[in-house]
């Protein structure tokens, strides 16, 4: 499969049942299992395993927080179809509800699917990260997590600029106006407004430079 550059110049595969294409096509995704193997399920595989599988229905602050999150409100799913169907309905909620679905499926009904079921977290990469490393920035390193913090949490950059332009809108913005507007800004928008478009040739340039 051909890949392609996307415009903050990270490069990814076209086509199908890759890791790179939707929430759908990535849950059905496995590996091969081989029955040979004696390979026994470590508790540090089931544990990346289901922080995986909680990162995918929401963010957490921490791994910590996301495996507290999965004991209290799965564990006690057993194997019966009266369960499932509450599995099901409860994905619907999920950020990625396809993958969280497959994941909590397979894990109930046989835990050996950890050892054929591709452990999928979207890494912290983001030229914000790559600008704080060039201009030695260590709060913004802190707030991309390129660097740990002092509460070992993990940050979103973009709820720090949201923060922010919440503050600088207060105080720019007519007071009704303002509250109007900050009333329905959410992460999820200023991320699409301060995304930023980092292609490959913008990074050899600076390199040149």
Not at 13 to 23: A, C, F, M, Q
Not at 61 to 69: N, P, R, V
Not at 98 to 122: E, H, R
Not at 176 to 191: A, F, G, H, N, P
Request: hydrophobic share 40%; net charge positive; glycine share 2%.
């Amino acid at each position: 499969m051909p890949p392609f550059l996307d415009f903050r110049g990270r490069i990814y595969r076209s086509g199908i049942l890759h890791l790179h294409e939707g929430d759908l096509a990535r849950s059905l995704i496995v590996f091969a299992d081989d029955l040979k193997s004696t390979k026994k399920i470590t508790d540090s595989m089931k544990s990346h395993f289901l922080c995986a599988t909680s990162f995918h229905y929401q963010s957490f602050e921490s791994f910590k927080d996301a495996m507290k999150w999965f004991y209290k409100n799965f564990i006690k799913y057993k194997h019966s179809s009266e369960n499932y169907a509450k599995l099901i309905a409860k994905a619907r909620s999920a950020k990625r509800p396809f993958q969280f679905l497959g994941n909590l499926l397979g894990f109930f009904s046989n835990k050996n699917i950890i050892k054929t079921t591709p452990i999928v977290q979207d890494a912290s990469a983001s030229a914000y990260q790559i600008m704080s490393y060039f201009l030695l920035d260590e709060t913004m390193a802190e707030r991309t997590n390129l660097i740990s913090n002092k509460d070992n949490k993990i940050n979103y950059v973009y709820s720090f600029i949201l923060e922010d332009l919440l503050k600088f809108l207060k105080v720019e913005l007519d007071k009704d106006l303002s509250s109007i507007v900050c009333k329905y800004l959410t992460r999820k928008i200023v991320t699409s407004i301060f995304i930023t478009s980092f292609p490959f040739r913008s990074v050899v340039n600076i390199l040149k430079s």
